[in-house]
Nanobody
Framework: QVQLVESGGGRVQAGESLRLSCVASARIDIYTVAWHRQGAGKQRELVASITRGGTEDYADSVKGRFTVSRGNTDNTVFLQMNSLKPEDTAVYYC??????????WGQGTQVTVAS
């Protein structure tokens, strides 16, 4: 079982930036890692992902503002969030996607964007 821990959330003003970190207890460079978010009363939404080979994908709502990347170690993934909007307010989760077996999830970090 791999433990994922998200950090870097907080409260910011619209237009500001945050960088979220997803740190794992073991290597996750062998997995696709995805960032999801869930706002209050909303369904969970896939925000961004990065494959083992480094291919990135983004939801239309965050394209051009968010960037997913891997750290220099094999157990870290980041989500750089720029030009934040109030509608970005949510709990953000990272997920390591396995080919076999249940995926690994973190506990989430709260991002609040004030207008």
């Amino acid at each position: 079982q791999v433990q994922l821990v998200e950090s870097g959330g907080g409260r910011v003003q619209a237009g500001e930036s945050l960088r979220l970190s997803c740190v794992a207890s073991a290597r996750i460079d062998i997995y696709t890692v995805a960032w999801h978010r869930q706002g209050a009363g909303k369904q969970r939404e896939l925000v961004a992902s990065i494959t083992r080979g480094g291919t990135e994908d983004y939801a239309d709502s965050v394209k051009g503002r968010f960037t997913v990347s891997r750290g220099n170690t094999d157990n870290t993934v980041f989500l750089q969030m720029n030009s934040l909007k109030p509608e970005d307010t949510a709990v953000y989760y990272c997920e390591a996607v396995r080919l076999i077996g249940a995926n690994f999830w973190g506990q989430g970090t709260q991002v609040t964007v004030a207008s």
